[in-house]
């Protein structure tokens, strides 16, 4: 955005599209922000998950950092 506000050219940012160009340009956004909520869900649930181990963990294992994934 900063490169567009301080542009003497403004209209070389700009660039038209077809009606169908536009039409296929919304469902490939439809598209994408359906696959992004799916993800955004599926790690809301996974933290869930991972909260409810640590909350069952001893109160010492807690607020230790583990040396490695598992």
């Known amino acids: 955005m900063d490169n ?3 542009s003497r050219n ?8 077809a009606p169908q ?3 296929r340009k919304a469902t490939i956004a439809v598209r994408f ?3 992004k ?4 869900a599926a790690l809301e649930q996974e933290i869930e998950q991972l909260r409810a181990e640590v ?3 001893p109160a010492a294992q807690r607020t230790t950092s583990p040396d490695h994934d598992s």
């Open 10 to 17: 403004k209209l070389a940012y700009a660039y038209l599209l």
């Open 4 to 6: 567009f506000r301080n």
């Open 37 to 40: 909520t799916a993800e955004l």
């Open 33 to 35: 922000l359906k696959r």
């Open 55 to 57: 909350a069952q963990l």
């Open 21 to 23: 160009g536009l039409e």
